[in-house]
């Protein structure tokens, strides 16, 4: 007798199932590591900016110092828009209690400076702080300079938030 060597029809539909099954996880993986790279890249992008206004912020200091004003003075440098922050309509007792960020407090511009960046528009905002040291006392003639960025991710909001400290040349 001869052994039929054809492929019978369960065969057939097992071998078009298992196919299926690794081209389906094939193409959620590459979804997947598409869009961590995408997430990836705007991060940096956002860390990148970040770091920029906090190099801002030496820079301000920096020439102030080399022209003879105070770290906060010299407008002529960097414009008049550096002032004391409000509470941004909030309440002081629920700022204080919501916020990292605790006045005095200033504020590098009035509006959050808007920057886009490929088909991205990430939010900056440069916060200037008395900084404190670890058991809670003001350090002298030291500011604590945060950097923030903000931007929308596929309608999920994200945020980057990086700081430094920086001491009044004067």
């Known amino acids: 007798?001869?052994?039929?060597?054809?492929?019978?029809?369960i065969e057939v539909v097992i071998g078009?199932?298992?196919?299926?099954?690794?081209?389906?996880?094939?193409?959620?993986?590459i979804i997947t590591t598409m869009n961590a790279d995408r997430r990836n890249y705007?991060?940096?992008q956002?860390?990148?900016?970040?770091?920029?206004?906090?190099?801002?912020m030496r820079y301000i200091r920096d020439s102030n110092w080399f022209q003879n004003y105070s770290w906060d003075e010299g407008e002529?440098?960097?414009?008049?828009?550096?002032?004391?922050?409000?509470y941004d309509g909030m309440e002081k007792e629920m700022y204080l209690k919501e916020s990292t960020i605790c006045p005095p407090c200033y504020s590098f511009s009035v509006e959050p400076e808007k920057i886009e960046f490929g088909n991205m528009e990430?939010?900056?905002?440069i916060l200037v702080k008395t900084a404190y040291n670890e058991k809670g006392f003001e350090m002298e003639n030291i500011y604590e300079i945060v950097a923030v960025i903000e931007w929308k991710d596929r309608r999920q909001d994200r945020r980057i938030e990086i700081s430094t400290l920086l001491s009044d040349w004067k």
């Open 16 to 29: 078009v199932t298992l196919l299926s099954i690794t081209i389906v996880a094939v193409a959620g993986l």
């Open 42 to 44: 705007q991060s940096v």
């Open 76 to 86: 002529r440098t960097w414009g008049s828009n550096f002032r004391l922050s409000d």
């Open 1 to 9: 007798m001869r052994k039929n060597k054809a492929f019978t029809l």
């Open 122 to 125: 990430y939010t900056r905002s």
């Open 46 to 56: 956002a860390s990148y900016l970040a770091q920029e206004g906090l190099e801002i």
